[in-house]
């Protein structure tokens, strides 16, 4: 009977190889993962998260992921691998980049909020064009700037495999947003793509036209986050233009936007004829009373493939929000809507309250949950939401939450 690999063991050679010290942190969660007895049979996701509250961590440098790198290498059960919130700069992506051009086990690869620039980002979308394994990247938060948003644009024309690419948070310029999107127009494999925050200086939205351009034509995108882009009545307009014509995306994130009243016009009429979109996150707009009554008269009268809707922090007061809980009872497939940080009078809590209580809502799918004082009824909020986990994972409960994460549990692509 052949001997299992010692990841442990591979490191900690891999260490006096280099004369370098071992990083306690990476012996433990490597040692961690040699009990796990599932990895022959499903892979395992090593999770070296430098932000991990629930043992001792020494972030992961560029000189550890030299050594950590060929003992991943050698094995074939490693499918994904979590790095985020460490200390990886550029020499940290060269080492990672000449991992990508020669693994051909991983599928995930998590670099969020690392140290990696422009010159990093160039070397491991250059392994990008030969690897024909990974299916998700994130680079959330790491500044690769504009030129290197272009170098990932480019590695798009190429790679035929990649589904899912996180650039939000990652100062991505009006050029290479506008090379993503026209690279994105024929392109057949990724199914979600992440552009959140990006640094814009116009006011023209001229990257949101190219966006719609590219939704006019692409048959493979099912998700799509356009967080923090200063959109306003004009880019909602393109948008929903182009998505009259588009027929696979199922996740639409316009979170943190200047979307206002007159704006939700557009998204109200798409939702009376598209048939496709199963998550709309609107979420700290300012769509107000009348923003949400159009959203409640689409919902009410005509679709009937929406799932859920977030429309948290919009300013919307009891007129509006009753107006959406009535839209609950005449649309069965609305089943997740979230109204956390808008303004609650006794009406709407009694409105949302009953929606709880008669089973129309369940307490899992929404952001409030009511409670009785001295005869009136109140709402207070609960951790749910499409994606409240995005940037963090708590220390302690459930892994993979799906009342916290419900975008995962509707239409979004996997998390592998």
């Known amino acids: 009977m052949s001997v299992l690999p010692d990841l442990h063991q591979q490191y900690l050679q891999a260490c006096q190889n280099l004369s370098q010290p071992e990083n306690p942190f990476i012996a433990y969660m490597l040692q961690e993962a040699d009990k796990n007895d599932k990895k022959w049979t499903k892979g395992i996701t090593l999770k070296i998260a430098g932000n991990n509250h629930l043992v001792p961590v020494r972030r992961v440098t560029d000189e550890d992921l030299q050594a950590l790198a060929p003992v991943l290498q050698n094995t074939v059960f490693v499918t994904g691998l979590d790095l985020r919130y460490n200390v990886l ?3 940290g992506a060269k080492h990672m980049a ?18 990696i620039g422009t010159s990093g980002a160039e070397l491991i979308a250059r392994a990008l064009h030969r690897n024909e394994t990974l299916l998700y990247l994130r680079m959330t938060g790491n500044k690769i700037g504009n030129k290197g948003g272009m170098y990932f644009a480019s590695m798009l024309q190429i790679n035929s ?14 050029q290479s947003l506008i090379a993503i999107a026209t690279v994105l127009t024929p392109n057949k494999s990724v199914k979600a793509i992440n552009l959140n925050r990006p640094l814009l200086y116009s006011q023209e939205e001229e990257t949101t036209v190219h966006i719609a351009l590219m939704l006019k034509t ?15 009545k004009f880019g909602v307009e393109r948008l929903c233009e182009a998505l009259y014509e588009n027929c696979s995306l199922r996740y639409l994130d316009l979170s943190c936007n200047k979307i206002t009243r007159d704006d939700v016009k ?11 979109l199963q998550i709309l996150d609107l979420n700290s707009n300012r769509i107000e009373d009348d923003g949400a009554i159009y959203l409640s008269e689409a919902l009410a009268l005509c679709n009937r493939t929406l799932q859920a809707l977030s429309v948290a922090s919009n300013n919307i007061s009891g007129k509006g929000l009753i107006a959406l809980s009535d839209s609950m009872k005449t649309n069965m497939e609305l089943s997740y809507i979230y109204i956390w940080g808008n303004k609650f009078d006794e009406a709407t809590c009694m409105a949302f309250s009953e929606l709880i209580q008669t089973g129309r809502l369940k307490p899992n799918c929404t952001d409030v949950e ?3 004082v001295d005869g009136h009824i109140h709402l207070a909020e609960v951790s749910h939401g499409l994606k409240k986990h995005y940037y963090w994972t708590p220390s302690c409960g459930r892994m993979n939450n799906k009342d916290a994460n419900a975008s995962l549990a509707i239409g979004a692509v996997s998390e592998y």
């Open 89 to 91: 700069a550029d020499d």
């Open 98 to 115: 000449e991992f990508l051009q020669e693994n051909s086990t991983l599928r995930y690869l998590n670099l969020m909020f690392n140290d």
């Open 161 to 174: 495999v990649l589904e899912k690419l996180d650039l939000g948070d990652c100062d991505l310029g009006m």
């Open 218 to 232: 692409n048959s493979s995108l099912v998700e799509l986050h356009l967080c923090k882009h200063e959109m306003k």
């Open 266 to 276: 557009f998204l109200g009429e798409l939702l009376k004829r598209n048939q496709t």
């Open 370 to 372: 009511p409670y009785e």
